[in-house]
């Protein structure tokens, strides 16, 4: 018999489309002219990269596609923009806002400036993990540069008031940077309406190749370049650009703005599906994250009684992949740091599983997954010594 | 990431489950750090008769769990007071360097079933 395998983990990384894989194949063999010469090989490679830039600028509402950069990720998309903007600032504002729920390229981006003498402040949330405006009103002051705050969390799903953290930003003179990496693949995001000065993507997000990601520059935002080289990008972000990958994001940008409604709309009902049965078939099991303004694909559930590693490890036995806030499954040994910000307690984070749907899940997963779990729970419960009798049998 | 022999005693733990009766309770660990334990035992003739498990935490924490009962069972006490973390290591062919620490709690909670055994032992000898 064959085992039934479903991934469960779009979150932690996506399959490429295999239409983006199909256009970027010619850029590795066929068209690897360098974008800067100037003969027809470049040419045709230059002309590759603006068609990309174009895609990605429709994609998130730019009003120019100059105003979008390629990078090598989210990751870096992030650091440039909090760098960039901090460094460019430093003179007049040294104060730089986020929140404590942020991606650690976020966080550590922010740490490392405290270091380096700015002032950084971390604003809460509340325990669906939505930012708390009446704190960031607070702590944006005058002296901020920056307000960088994710447009939705990939962990716990919550989408965040962008629009109105704009307008606090700008309130005060300072910039309002989003990553939207989580978000871009599943929420038409305008940075136009939303009062977005620099947003964050990711290629493998949106069904592109890794290792490719941009970053969105509103026209007028002034910030230094982390890379100094060849000057490519703008001189935001020199070194010979990586054409295929390029190419691969902008072809996925473009697919995903005609295909995303359909599907955000297909991965809501699997969503609430999937959530519907697991909180109605297991006692004592709990959604993280907030109950409506949530990603279309994420369903955090936290099982008491149990670790999260010990249900993972349960899973893929079944053929099932999807991951934990346990600080198991984590590098540092510490519990998701978005699930101790909306205040559960260390053994309630160690008890989370996250399942981050995608394009290729149906219907039919959903139910298998609400089939294998109360058993997998039920098991893993009568092993702990934590859980009430009750619960056991 | 873990040995064939950890997932194996992860996917059927040998001797999980609680004695009611039991002469000594170990409990180990905190739930807080993900891991919690409690190993309980039987003595006859200063012997493990048996010995049974309830572990809260990773794969590594229920396989080590496991693999103690196994390896304690049986044993005098002496004996068994001797096995260490090391030893519960090896015999599940390795754990993963990161969970040498905080999840190979097992060896620990023995000793303290035993130490607890002993205690109560003085105290009824009184």
């Given amino acids: 018999m064959v085992m039934q395998r479903i991934y469960m983990d779009y979150t932690a990384g996506k399959p490429t489309d295999s239409r983006v894989l199909e256009v970027m194949m010619p850029y590795f063999t066929q068209n690897?002219?360098?974008?800067?010469?100037?003969?027809?090989?470049?040419?045709?490679?230059?002309?590759?990269?603006?068609?990309?830039?174009?895609?990605?600028?429709?994609?998130?509402?730019?009003?120019?596609?100059?105003?979008?950069?390629?990078?090598?990720?989210?990751?870096?998309?992030?650091?440039?923009?909090?760098k960039g903007i901090s460094y460019r600032n430093k003179d007049k504002k040294s104060r730089i806002v986020t929140s404590s729920i942020e991606h650690m390229s976020v966080l550590n981006s922010f740490k490392y400036l405290e270091k380096e003498g700015f002032e950084a402040v971390y604003v809460p949330v509340d325990r669906y993990g939505t930012i708390d405006l009446k704190v960031l009103r607070n702590e944006v002051n005058e002296r901020t540069s920056l307000v960088s705050i994710m447009y939705a969390n990939g962990e716990i799903g919550t989408v965040e008031p962008i629009k109105k953290i704009g307008e606090i930003a700008h309130s005060k003179g300072a910039y309002l940077h989003v990553d939207a990496v989580a978000a871009a693949s599943q929420i038409p995001i305008n940075v136009l309406?939303?009062?977005?000065?620099?947003?964050?993507?990711?290629?493998?997000?949106?069904?592109?190749?890794?290792?490719?990601?941009?970053?969105?520059?509103?026209?007028?935002?002034?910030?230094?370049?982390?890379?100094?080289?060849?000057?490519?990008?703008?001189?935001?972000?020199?070194?010979?650009?990586?054409?295929?990958?390029?190419?691969?994001?902008?072809?996925?940008?473009?697919?995903?703005?005609?295909?995303?409604?359909?599907?955000?709309?297909?991965?809501?009902?699997?969503?609430?599906?999937?959530?519907?049965?697991?909180?109605?078939?297991?006692?004592?099991?709990?959604?993280?994250?907030?109950?409506?303004?949530?990603?279309?694909?994420?369903?955090?559930?936290?099982?008491?009684?149990?670790?999260?590693?010990?249900?993972?490890?349960?899973?893929?036995?079944?053929?099932?992949?999807?991951?934990?806030?346990?600080?198991?499954?984590?590098?540092?040994l510490e519990p998701s740091h978005v699930l101790l910000a909306t205040g559960l307690k260390h053994e309630e984070a160690h008890g989370s599983l996250l399942f981050s749907l995608g394009k290729e899940n149906m219907e039919e997963e959903i139910k298998y997954v609400s089939k294998i779990l109360p058993k997998i729970v039920k098991r893993l419960r009568a092993m702990s010594p934590l859980t009430p009798r009750e619960l056991m049998n | 990431m873990y040995s064939d022999k950890v997932l194996d005693h992860f996917r059927n733990p040998r001797n999980m489950g609680e004695i009611s009766d039991a002469d000594g309770v170990g409990t180990v660990g905190n739930p807080v750090c993900g891991d919690l334990m409690n190993i309980y035992i039987k003595v006859k003739d200063e012997k493990i008769a048996d010995i049974k498990f309830k572990t809260f935490g990773c794969g590594a924490a229920v396989a080590t769990s496991s693999m103690i009962?196994?390896?304690?069972?049986?044993?005098?006490?002496?004996?068994?007071?001797?096995?260490?973390?090391?030893?519960?290591?090896?015999?599940?062919?390795?754990?993963?360097?990161?969970?040498?620490?905080?999840?190979?709690?097992?060896?620990?909670g023995l000793r303290a079933a035993i130490e607890d055994y002993r205690k109560k032992k003085m105290e009824k000898d009184k």
């Fill in chain 1, 193 to 332: 309406n939303e009062n977005i000065d620099l947003l964050s993507l990711s290629s493998n997000d949106i069904y592109g190749p890794r290792g490719v990601g941009a970053l969105y520059i509103k026209t007028g935002t002034r910030l230094i370049p982390l890379i100094h080289g060849g000057g490519q990008e703008r001189g935001l972000r020199s070194g010979t650009e990586n054409v295929a990958g390029i190419v691969g994001m902008g072809k996925a940008a473009e697919i995903f703005k005609k295909e995303m409604k359909g599907e955000s709309e297909r991965l809501i009902k699997l969503r609430d599906l999937l959530i519907r049965n697991i909180l109605d078939t297991i006692p004592e099991t709990y959604l993280n994250g907030h109950p409506s303004n949530r990603l279309p694909n994420n369903v955090n559930i936290r099982f008491n009684y149990i670790e999260g590693e010990s249900l993972i490890l349960s899973l893929d036995m079944e053929g099932i992949a999807c991951s934990s806030g346990s600080a198991c499954t984590s590098k540092t």
């Fill in chain 2, 69 to 108: 009962t196994e390896l304690a069972k049986g044993k005098t006490l002496e004996e068994a007071m001797k096995i260490t973390r090391a030893d519960v290591a090896e015999s599940l062919d390795g754990l993963p360097p990161v969970k040498m620490h905080c999840s190979n709690l097992a060896a620990d």
């Fill in chain 1, 32 to 82: 690897y002219g360098n974008p800067s010469s100037v003969y027809s090989f470049g040419n045709q490679a230059r002309n590759a990269i603006e068609e990309a830039r174009k895609n990605v600028a429709t994609l998130i509402g730019a009003e120019k596609k100059e105003e979008v950069i390629f990078t090598s990720g989210g990751t870096e998309s992030n650091n440039l923009a909090i």
